[in-house]
T-cell receptor, first 115, second 115 residues
Framework: AQSVTQPDIHITVSEGASLELRCNYSYGATPYLFWYVQSPGQGLQLLLKYFSGDTLVQGIKGFEAEFKRSQSSFNLRKPSVHWSDAAEYFCAVGPSNFGNEKLTFGTGTRLTIIP | ETGVTQTPRHLVMGMTNKKSLKCEQHLGHNAMYWYKQSAKKPLELMFVYNFKEQTENNSVPSRFSPECPNSSHLFLHLHTLQPEDSALYLC??????????????FGPGTRLTVT
């Protein structure tokens, strides 16, 4: 069965500092991997996704993530955070074949930005 | 309207009421999803519809009854709910898994409170 672990429930960083959010997955085949962001009271917005090819993926809002098969990880990074990045971040592992539409989400990491 | 819309955005209902949540997608997708998001828990997939056919029922209690009349509309009918059903209910849509364009697009959610 597929699963996702986000080991950090809450992270606090200073504005302008770098950020790395961790994600480890378990999946029997080549995974599709996603990072979503959720602002308070809102739905989830896709930041980036990995299907195949280059293991370093660029997303929106200056985020990037690196797929490391050997470590079963897909960590999200940003070189310099802005106060508007404060939100909840979800990693997800998903279907790679037609007929299995299920995405499995991690429990999320809440990001707080301090001035 | 663009993307995925959900109505109402907020709903308060008593345990004996009957209400419905509505979701509409304007993206031409064929798959639609209901998720439940409770505090301190991972996103829980409830139902999946693909080409109007239900392909996943994640052991959801019968007091939740989904309906998908066409690929653009999804409803969640609610009756005799319990206080623990209070949560944010998110709708999503997607194209077919396996396509490089695959991702789930989320609506803003309906915040449900059962009194």
């Amino acid at each position: 069965a597929q699963s996702v672990t986000q080991p950090d429930i809450h992270i606090t960083v200073s504005e302008g500092a770098s950020l790395e959010l961790r994600c480890n997955y378990s999946y029997g085949a080549t995974p599709y991997l996603f990072w979503y962001v959720q602002s308070p009271g809102q739905g989830l917005q896709l930041l980036l996704k990995y299907f195949s090819g280059d293991t370093l993926v660029q997303g929106i809002k200056g985020f990037e993530a690196e797929f490391k098969r050997s470590q079963s990880s897909f960590n999200l990074r940003k070189p310099s955070v802005h106060w508007s990045d404060a939100a909840e971040y979800f990693c997800a592992v998903g279907p790679s074949n037609f007929g299995n539409e299920k995405l499995t989400f991690g429990t999320g990491t809440r990001l707080t930005i301090i001035p | 309207e663009t993307g995925v819309t959900q109505t109402p955005r907020h709903l308060v209902m008593g345990m004996t009421n009957k209400k419905s949540l509505k979701c509409e997608q304007h993206l031409g997708h064929n798959a639609m999803y209901w998720y439940k998001q409770s505090a301190k828990k991972p996103l829980e997939l409830m139902f999946v519809y693909n080409f109007k056919e239900q392909t996943e029922n994640n052991s959801v209690p019968s007091r939740f009854s989904p309906e998908c009349p066409n690929s653009s509309h999804l409803f969640l009918h609610l009756h005799t709910l319990q206080p623990e059903d209070s949560a944010l209910y998110l709708c999503a849509s997607s194209s077919n898994p396996g396509a490089s364009s695959y991702e789930q697009y989320f609506g803003p959610g309906t915040r449900l409170t059962v009194t």
